[in-house]
């Protein structure tokens, strides 16, 4: 663990918003941070690695990329990944301004922001604090955190108007091969959410579970494979990931009310048919580049 802790200020307990103390950390797989009802704020800029942040009970992955809000008066823990560890830019800050400042930009409820490009802002900020640790603190802090708090806020609601957690998550499983596995970890890192919060959330914009879309994503394409090629059964199963055709089979029954050999002698040949979109040509066709 190496960390370079650019500023300390000590907060008195009176003046309106200051930062306490910022820094620079590259962790390593045994970082780990808890507080409990600390009236500082923790703003981080990860930029490289991953871990888990909990708040008051609830879980957040921030990876590289992210910025987290951590908000004063909570009870919280954030540990870095054992085999990836963060390298972060953070401020600590402090003060009775802090509430307001977080309601005034549109900061309450927001914790995790993903994707958000703000290394730089955090390093301006980490820069003047070298250059001007001998300032008044009060002045210096306001005059870094205050445009920062107005920056974020500004992404934020320009965030929340282009994409929403289960439209990341969408997109992943959009893009993501019916032959390759589900991997839980990753919709997590997609989402920034929990697994249940994830699940929740994807299935209020989008009807149904992740698993369930991509599992539906997977017998669109044995579909396809069926009616437009004369493989095996065992051989399209495996192509798509199922190592077990009987449980393939078992699967395809429960979605489809046919076997997969009942499937395709239901199906006209492939010259005969007509209307089969080009999306599913396509998804079915990158799996079979991956064989």
């Known amino acids: 663990m190496k960390e370079e802790i650019i500023y300390t200020c000590e907060y008195d307990g009176k003046t309106p918003i200051r930062i306490t103390s910022a820094g620079i950390s590259w962790c390593d797989g045994s970082y780990y941070i808890a507080r409990r009802g600390t009236s500082q704020m923790v703003l981080e800029c990860v930029t490289g690695g991953r871990g888990i942040l909990v708040i008051d009970g609830e879980r957040y992955y921030p990876v590289a990329g992210d910025v987290y809000i951590v908000p004063p008066n ?27 400042l977080l309601a005034a930009y549109g900061l309450t409820d927001s914790v995790l922001l993903k994707a958000c490009p703000f290394e730089e802002r955090f390093e301006a900020g980490l ?30 609601r320009e965030s929340r108007a282009a994409a929403s957690p289960a439209a990341e998550v969408h997109r992943y499983l959009a893009a993501l091969p019916p032959g390759e596995g589900l991997e839980p970890k990753k919709l997590l890192w997609k989402s920034g959410r929990s697994v249940s919060q994830t699940i929740r959330v994807f299935k209020k914009e989008f009807g149904t579970t992740p698993y369930a879309s991509f599992l539906d994503r997977r017998i669109k394409a044995a579909k396809y494979l069926l009616r437009s090629t ?43 048919r007509s209307g089969y979109g080009a999306a599913e040509e396509e998804e079915a066709g990158r799996s079979s580049t991956r064989t």
């Open 74 to 100: 909570s009870n919280h823990y954030y540990a870095s990944d054992r085999e990836e560890p963060w390298r972060k830019l953070w401020f600590n800050v402090d003060g009775a301004l802090l509430p307001d």
């Open 127 to 156: 820069r003047e604090l070298r250059m001007a640790a001998k300032e008044d603190p009060d002045e210096l802090s306001a005059r870094i955190v205050v445009p920062l708090f107005a920056a974020l806020g500004r992404f934020v």
């Open 230 to 272: 004369s493989r095996p059964v065992k051989e399209i199963a495996l192509q798509l990931g199922w190592e077990n055709p009987c449980y393939f089979a078992r699967l395809f029954k429960r979605k489809t009310k046919m076997t997969p050999s009942e499937y395709r002698a239901s199906s006209p040949p492939p010259m005969e």
